[in-house]
């Protein structure tokens, strides 16, 4: 079932575009030689703990600190060269608000930062900060996402007047045509819950003052470390050229390291006033406090379709829990935008309104955790697709088919300006369908289970924007446009390679794939070849690992530079040689002409030492600085099908997930295993969105998860084996035809799981349609269904009303 | 996320432990539940006594019918075999599912059992096989059926100048029978609902507990009794009885999610044992 | 207090606050920083060591409750013939991704098929239960697995 691509020759396959090739970073993480930053010693360190607020929402009347540890303890007022972080993105509307490092007069989430201590070891700075008393005259808290946009909410500004960050309304298409032409309207309330990200390891920064280079050298689990110099050292006050970051190996991201965090703001800041080494381990309870927060969406659908279930309209209204700050540089905004823009997902929707609310709330601010919005989006369009079809009678697999894109019309322009480059959208389903063997899901079905579990199938698809460029961050409002990618390319004297790269490999295993872009374009054995990332002094500018757009971005980056150093290293090999340039065979590290050939080293040394015998007029050194950007910048679309079979117990509402199918496509794949990884990583964080993880709050705006003890992730046990069917269609807009595909996994899984639910319970009557699908919820639904609670669909046939 | 500071001591001998302990001190075992609880300051001891390397805790002797297991021992030792197994697999099958194997290795039955915290395996699982708990001070030695031991959340009759030594359990006989139900949301947390039953009618043990349920397990008097008839039991009635039951021991409403799932853990653990008869 | 034990073999000593955990010793007195801290409340298995060959959660397990025995980290396993094997099979598999979660995870592996319990794919899982990652989703660390036993079976 899988299309071979067919870049390059078997040996190129090998270890170039394509080849299964093992890992580099492998070595030192199964050894535990890992460096990460809490792994960095330096003499004289001081480790910091925060006092943080314990109230939601407040005033901060007094900060008493004991006398005995006046020295060790810093609040705003010790920092007056620090400014607030301000993150407003250039979006019409969009209401102006800072967000102080620590708390200055007000408290907005339980958990915001309002003093550090510090001290040896941080043991001794938690006993210090434990003695710090922060004085707040509590405030009623801002808690529920759609009551805190009524009138009457208490206020968290009072100069907004209310507590919407943005709200924007985007018609498309003739909706009341749609109205009026509908044979099944749906009506329907979807509810994302709150989580977090969790990488297994928390954030960390390190802040050395370097007397002998007059900088300061931060090392930091950053995902963009030249962004987050820019920002951190606008807020500071201090020149860029004596601020380096290092990301040294990190964790995990998936977004919760993109932001520019108050907590490390501050870290730095005090570095600079102590002129010491100054660093901090976010421990996990803070960060299910502090640390981005994610996904929490509620959403209000009416869909109009036609008596086959083609799509006619879709009206929804929109809103997003965005916390108490703006984070810099992706503000809530994005998520929003984001969300409005993917409802209509891969379909053909000829009429579209999204009303939107972005909304300030006392909880942690939310960030852009893998996928960003199109979970919430997918979730809502798949699961609405699903209630068209059942309310029309057909498989919801056959009407997904029928209203998606198809491949003939591509490239297509979407409802929302989304341009579709290539793909077979449908094929993706079918192919889903049959690699969950549907059939034989049916059949079971029909059986029953001995054990009274329900069975049931479900579906999700969907498409992922990636590698998109300049226009698309520039209608997204971001300060920072990373529509490009860098890469320098320098061939050392002795033959062998750096690359240094301005993206963060943090699990992606991009040491290897980039290495692989190298081989294919110079045949350089990867052995032979060093990846420096995640270091502003050794990579030129670039943007960083975010937004699945690393591989294109970067490894396009890598093959220009390569192609680059290739001409000139075949300029000099054809004047040793005496022939022409085109005549040249780069093959096995040599370069073969008509008559002899010349190995890498000779080239390097040539370049370097012996300039006597260069090309007339040609500069010494192999050393290519490039950029690169895809040749559109709307992006690419990866897109998949996902299917879930799951068991649900309907007394102890308990989902079982019995298989997981994806069909998915991204272009060129230049690794197949990395590739894989990816998707399956991501499938199951979806499942922890899915069945698991949230944090909820009370109506003082305490959060109720803060450890892992209440915060559940998926284990092994939770992971279902997971089969993988691929398409290749590559894209013409990028080297070797590659899509981005990094979040895809996480984006399906609850809609595919939500879906699958309802069809287990359809014999009850029953929906899911928020998450996690909690035992409580599932069972809920049951009850609800029992009780004769209807949700909206309306069926006009022949005249008849059905509620 | 460090704890807070303490005095750590080990004691040498069971009499040192009980010269030592007092209101802020808190004796350390295995320490799974215990360091923690230290580590998120949600407890703080000035003192902490480990009494983890006390050979007479950490073995198993018989004593006529029954057997005494030492509060030391390790759930890893039980899930093991290591030490003889009186219940005819049921201590090992509790034993195996609590928590993960690296905490079962430092984790102790006696730390289970005077951490009571209602959620965990040793609490429920004990109370249902009739154990006794063995609890030595300087003046001596006392014994209490585990219920008397079992007071309510994070509540034991241990003072503070006493320590649990370890349980008492019968050797079951060949007619024993037993099923142990536990609902997780996921593999190796803390359960939301056990549902314990142990049916010997050579040594009179017909015991129905359900544990997560409240601050500490219960015994359902009604089912346990109906178990001790013998014979087939009309689903209706089961249904019934325990309907009865979890509504008095845990003052739940019918209609909550809770009651349900405690109805419906307890219900499938007699259909499990009738099965099996 | 002054604490006495073998790390990795070799003779360790030192000085050290009673309330300091067995993963902080080693990470900050030992220098070896392979043992990992992710949640230090016991839940992730990161910090998974043994002591006297048996695996631990160093994050909740008091360094002074160590005293006088041996305790082997990611590090100590350098020479040992089945975590050879483990490390190829990880690789070869693609069983991690990020490398945080790894120190700890190879470590329960090697213990879960010494005690010949990863007969099954679900055998596995439920072994593993107790090892958060959140990069692979798990499976590639499944195979992996299954692919060790079968050749630690092999070689006798």
């Not at chain 1, 060790?72 to 400014?83: C, E, I, L, M, N």
């Not at chain 1, 930062?113 to 801002?142: G, K, N």
């Not at chain 1, 981005?292 to 109009?304: G, L, N, P, T």
């Not at chain 2, 950490?58 to 006529?64: C, K, L, N, P, T």
Request: proline letters at 5%; aromatic letters at 6%; glycine letters at 10%.
């Amino acid at each position: 079932m899988t299309d071979k691509d067919t870049s390059g020759s078997s040996a190129a396959a090998a270890k170039g575009v394509g080849a299964r090739l093992r890992r580099r970073e492998d070595w030192r993480h199964l050894r535990g030689r890992g460096q990460f930053v809490g792994d960095i010693r330096v003499p004289g360190m001081l480790e910091v703990a925060f006092v943080r607020s314990a109230s939601a929402h407040g005033i901060v009347r007094d900060i008493v600190i004991p006398d005995e540890y006046r020295d060790q303890v810093f609040t705003a007022r010790d920092f007056p060269g620090v400014k607030p972080i301000v993150a407003v993105p250039k979006i019409d509307g969009f209401k102006y608000s800072e967000h102080p490092a620590l708390a200055t007069d007000r408290v907005r989430f339980a958990g915001e930062p309002v003093a550090m201590a510090i001290a040896p070891t941080r043991a001794m700075a938690e006993d210090i900060a434990d003695s710090v008393f922060v004085d707040i005259e509590e405030l009623p808290a801002v808690v529920d996402t759609v009551a805190a946009t009524l009138p009457g909410a208490p206020l968290i500004r009072e100069e907004w007047g209310d507590n919407v960050y943005v709200a924007r309304d985007a018609e498309f298409g003739d909706l009341a045509a749609a109205r009026r032409e509908a044979a099944v309207v749906i009506e329907r309330e979807y509810r994302m819950n709150r989580q977090s990200a969790v990488p297994l390891e928390g954030r960390a920064i390190l802040a050395v003052w370097d007397d002998r280079l007059d900088e300061l050298c931060v090392y930091t689990g950053s995902q963009s470390p030249h962004q987050t110099r820019v920002g951190m050292a606008q807020v500071l006050g201090i020149e860029e050229r004596r601020l380096r970051l290092i990301s040294p190996d990190m964790g995990g991201g998936f977004g919760a390291k993109r932001v520019l965090y108050p907590e490390e703001l501050m870290v730095a800041a005090l570095a600079l006033k102590l002129k010491r080494p100054v660093r901090w381990l976010d421990d996990k309870r803070e960060h299910l406090l502090s640390a981005i927060h994610c996904r929490e969406h509620h959403h209000k659908v009416k869909a109009y379709a036609d008596a086959r279930g083609r799509i006619l309209g879709l009206d929804v209204e929109v809103y997003v829990d965005a916390g108490a700050y703006s984070h810099w540089p992706n503000s809530p905004f994005m998520e929003t935008g984001m969300v409005a823009k993917n409802i209509p997902g891969p379909y053909d929707v000829p009429s579209y309104r999204c009303r939107s609310y972005t909304v300030a709330t006392n909880k942690s601010p939310i960030g852009a955790y893998r996928g960003v919005a199109r979970p919430a989006a997918c979730f809502t369009i798949e699961r609405t697709i699903d209630e068209i079809a059942h309310a029309v009678g057909r498989e919801p697999w056959e009407v997904r088919v029928e209203n998606m894109v198809p491949e003939h019309a591509m490239p297509y322009r979407s409802i929302t300006n989304l341009i579709f480059d290539t793909g077979n959208y449908g094929e993706s389903v079918r192919r889903a369908a049959g690699l969950i063997e549907l059939a034989g899901v049916r059949a079971r079905q029909k059986q029953g289970e001995a054990d009274g579990r329900l069975i049931g199938v479900g579906f999700a698809a969907f498409t992922e924007q990636t590698a998109h460029g300049c226009g698309e961050w520039v209608s997204r409002g971001t300060p920072v446009i990373p529509g490009y990618e860098s890469a320098t390319a320098r061939m050392m004297p002795d033959g062998s390679l750096m690359l240094m790269v301005g993206i963060v490999s943090h699990g992606q295993g991009l040491e290897t794939a980039l290495s692989q872009i190298a081989h294919q374009e110079l045949s350089i054995d990867p052995a032979h070849v060093s990846v420096r990332h995640g270091d502003t002094q050794v990579s030129p500018f670039g943007m960083g690992t975010f937004a699945s757009r690393s591989m294109v971005m970067s490894g396009g980056a890598v093959a220009r530079a390569c192609r680059l150093l290739r001409a000139k290293m075949a300029a000099i090999a054809a004047y040793a040689l005496k022939c022409e340039a085109e005549a040249l065979r780069f093959e096995d590290e040599r370069v073969h002409g008509p008559e002899g050939s010349m190995g890498f080293d000779e080239i390097g040394r040539i370049a370097h030492l012996r300039q006597e015998a260069l090309p007339p007029g040609m500069e010494p050194l192999l050393d290519v600085t490039t950029t690169y950007e895809p040749q559109v910048d709307t992006g690419v679309f990866t897109y998949a099908t996902h299917a879930a079979v799951v068991a649900v117990d309907p007394d102890t509402g308990k989902v079982d997930l019995l298989d997981y199918a994806c069909v998915e496509d991204c272009g060129t794949v230049v690794n197949p295993m990395i590739v894989d990884g990816q998707i399956i990583g991501g499938i199951v964080q979806g499942i922890g969105t899915a069945l698991y993880e949230e944090i909820p709050y009370d109506e003082n705006g305490q959060p109720l998860a803060t450890t892992l003890g209440d915060y559940l992730m998926p284990g092994a046990p939770e992971a279902p084996p997971i089969k993988i069917g691929h398409m290749v269609t590559p894209t013409p807009h990028t080297e070797y035809g590659m899509k981005g595909m990094g979040e895809g996994g996480a984006i399906p899984p609850p809609a595919a799981i939500a879906n699958a639910v309802r069809d287990a319970l359809r014999g009850l009557g029953a929906e899911l349609n928020e998450t996690p699908m909690t035992p409580q919820r599932v069972r809920a639904a049951i009850v609800a269904a029992a009780e004769g609670v209807s949700r909206t669909t309306r069926v006009h046939r022949e005249g008849e009303v059905l509620q | 996320m460090k704890a807070a500071p303490f005095s750590y001591r080990r004691a040498a001998t069971l009499d040192e432990a009980l010269a030592a302990g007092g209101e802020s001190s808190r004796f350390l075992a295995g320490g799974q539940s215990l360091v923690p609880m230290m580590n998120l300051r949600l407890t703080l001891a000035d003192t902490m006594i480990d009494i983890s390397g006390l050979a007479e805790l950490r073995r198993s002797a018989g004593e006529g019918d029954r057997v005494f297991i030492g509060a030391g021992v390790t759930h890893a030792m039980i899930e093991d075999g290591r030490i003889e197994d009186p219940s005819r697999g049921y201590l090992r099958h509790v034993a195996g599912g609590i928590a993960f194997r690296s905490v079962r290795n430092r984790g102790t039955l006696g730390g289970s059992l005077a951490h009571a915290d209602p959620a965990a395996d040793w609490p429920t699982a004990l109370l249902a096989l009739g154990a006794e708990a063995v609890i030595r001070s300087a003046g001596g030695e006392r014994r209490l059926p585990l219920a008397r031991f079992q007071l309510g959340l994070m509540e034991t009759a241990l003072r503070p100048d006493e320590i649990l030594v370890g349980v008492t359990v019968p050797a079951l006989s060949d007619l024993a029978r037993w099923s142990y139900q536990k609902f997780c949301r996921k593999s190796g947390e803390f359960a939301h609902s056990i549902a314990a039953v142990v049916r010997d009618p050579v040594r009179e043990l017909a015991e129905v507990v359900l544990g997560a349920a409240g601050d500490k397990p219960c015994r359902l008097g009604r089912v346990s009794a109906l178990l001790a008839e013998g014979g087939r039991v009309d689903p209706q009635q089961l249904g019934q009885v325990v309907d009865e039951d979890v509504r008095d021991t845990t003052g739940l409403a019918a209609s909550s999610y809770e009651f349900h799932l405690h109805r419906t853990m307890v219900v499938r653990a007699c259909a499990r044992l009738q099965e099996q008869t | 207090m002054k604490l006495a034990l073998t790390v990795n073999g070799a003779p360790v000593a030192g000085e050290i606050e009673d309330r300091m955990t067995l993963a902080d010793f080693v990470r900050d007195h030992c220098g070896l920083t392979g043992t990992h801290l992710g949640c230090e409340h016991g839940v992730c298995g990161a910090c998974s060591v043994l002591v006297d060959g048996e695996p631990v959660r160093a994050c909740i397990t008091l360094a002074a409750a160590v005293d006088g025995r041996a305790v082997t980290t990611i590090e100590g396993f350098e020479d040992d013939a089945a975590m050879a094997v483990i490390r190829e099979c990880f690789s070869e598999a693609h069983g991690l991704q990020c490398g945080f979660c790894t120190p700890g995870m190879v470590i329960m592996v090697r213990d879960a098929l010494a005690r010949g319990c990863c007969g099954s794919e679900h055998q596995i899982r439920d072994q593993l239960a107790g090892n958060l990652c959140r990069c692979t989703g798990y499976a590639g660390i499944v195979k992996a697995t299954e692919m060790a036993r079968d050749r630690l079976a092999k070689a006798g």
